[in-house]
């Protein structure tokens, strides 16, 4: 079975720039989870969507994040304008469930973003 | 709100000493306790949760309900076991994380 993946594996920006990172999640999975993972820090949770429905997006920062999810497959997240404090990596995570109390967490590898 | 409390940011111990990696929670319902677990160069995995009581790579994890916590445990720690642990929470559709303890295992 195919993993999480994601790309680009790194991006060097500087800030005010944009970026979008891209995700492909296990197939059949109905769950697709973003987080931003700064240095030293826990995951935290950007984004959650259900199929192509978005679940959870209180803690992303709207007026420069920006995510969606096509047809209830693969996912995108930009970032315009690019600050410093985005640096961090960027992990996408997929579940198989699509109700009630999650299972598993799969994650990508994730996308290390610096912003100069 | 759902909270998950790592208190450690580092644990050292000797190779062949007993591990306890702590894990506080709050939440207002049952919840679901899983620790996942990052190795340097690699993705961030599952490595046990406690709905299904089993011993993975010699850890286990006892989800304490009056304590409100689901410490990581092993009796006799291995230099392969060095790594970052999360202790995360799975709620009603959604998931939080703990900041993360790093276990170095010293030979």
């Known amino acids: 079975e195919a993993g999480v993946a994601q790309s680009p594996r790194y991006k060097i920006i500087e800030k005010r720039q944009s970026v979008a990172f891209w995700c492909n999640p296990i197939?059949?999975?109905?769950?697709l989870y973003w987080y931003q993972q700064i240095l030293g820090q826990g995951p935290k949770l950007l984004i959650q969507?259900?199929?192509?429905?978005?679940?959870?997006d209180s803690q992303l920062p709207k007026d420069r994040f920006s995510a969606e999810r096509l047809k209830g497959v693969d996912s995108t997240l930009k970032i315009q304008p690019a600050k410093l404090e985005d640096s961090a990596v960027y992990l996408c995570?997929?579940?198989?469930?699509?109700?009630?109390?999650?299972?598993?967490?799969?994650f990508g590898e994730g996308s290390r973003l610096t912003v100069l | 709100a759902q909270r998950v409390t790592q208190p450690e940011k580092l644990l050292s111990v000797f190779k062949g000493a007993p591990v306890e990696l702590k894990c506080n929670y709050s939440?207002?319902?049952?919840?679901?306790l899983f620790w996942y677990v990052q190795y340097s160069r690699q993705r961030l995995q599952l490595l046990l949760r406690h709905i299904s009581r089993e011993s993975i790579k010699g850890f286990t994890a006892d989800l304490n309900k009056g304590e409100t916590s689901f410490h990581l445990k092993k009796p006799f720690a291995q230099e392969e076991d060095s790594a970052m642990y999360y202790c995360a929470l799975h709620g009603y559709q959604k998931v939080t994380f703990g900041t993360g303890t790093k276990l170095q295992v010293i030979p």
């Open positions: 995570a997929s579940s198989p469930e699509d109700r009630g109390f999650t299972g598993e967490l799969f």
């Open positions: 939440y207002s319902g049952s919840p679901e």
């Open positions: 969507f259900q199929n192509n429905g978005v679940v959870d």
């Open positions: 197939s059949g999975h109905a769950t």
